[in-house]
């Protein structure tokens, strides 16, 4: 696949290469399958990190499969969540009686995981299951079953596969360090806006 920022100064070593991501992703998609038993399962992708692993994810799963989206902003600084989480957009439909698969790209301190598992199995979906294709090392979402994990990764801010770095490099076909060559830029992740 191309890469589209050769030769890109603010990216660093590559964690995951695109061949690793797609066979995992393949993984996870028959793993969901085979668990879902041939129910229907909504894939709720938390916008903007999700939307690329999210396309891949459900075309790996056989069978039907809806998807819907919610957008949240934390508050707090750039490259640390502080636990408050605001909702930009909800579910365009309803989680009743769903099999709801809530679908991340990382989990840093686990807070807007954990606060949207609360969020959405208040609504009373058939089953709530929670997937990330990035878990940071040591990390969990508080009082939250992973039930799906692409990858463990180092504690280091990264980048691509839907990943951004001030909204730059989510189109880059790999997971990428992000090493920004001059540090008081543009860096950080979500500063005011989304996750
Ligand atoms: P948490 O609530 O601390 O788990 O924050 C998770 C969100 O922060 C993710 O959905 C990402 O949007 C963002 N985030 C955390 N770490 C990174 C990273 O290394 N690169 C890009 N975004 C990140
Ligand atoms: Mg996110």
């Known amino acids: 696949m191309i890469d589209p920022y050769p030769p890109a100064s603010d990216i660093g070593e590559i964690l995951v290469t695109t061949d690793e991501l797609r066979t995992r992703v393949d993984e996870l998609g028959t793993q969901i399958a085979a668990d879902l038993d041939g129910r229907t399962p909504l894939l709720v992708g938390v916008l903007k990190g999700s939307v690329i692993f999210i396309a891949d994810l459900m075309r790996a799963i056989a069978g039907p499969v809806e998807i819907d989206f919610m957008a949240v902003s934390s508050y707090g600084d750039a ?58 090392e040591g990390r969990t979402a508080p009082g939250v079953q992973l039930d799906y994990v692409g990858f463990e990764l180092p504690p280091a801010f990264v980048v691509g596969y839907g990943l951004d770095a001030g909204q730059r490099y989510r189109n880059l076909p790999y997971i990428a360090i992000y090493s920004p060559s001059e540090p008081s830029g543009e860096g950080g992740s979500d500063s005011g806006g989304s996750a």
């Open 79 to 136: 490259t640390e969540s502080s636990g408050v989480v605001r909702i930009v957009k909800d579910l365009d439909g309803g989680v009743a009686g769903r099999d709801v698969i809530l679908v991340e790209d990382i989990i840093d301190s686990g807070l807007t995981m954990a606060y949207l598992v609360d969020y959405l199995s208040g609504q009373g979906p058939a089953s709530l299951r929670t997937c990330s294709l990035l878990v940071r």
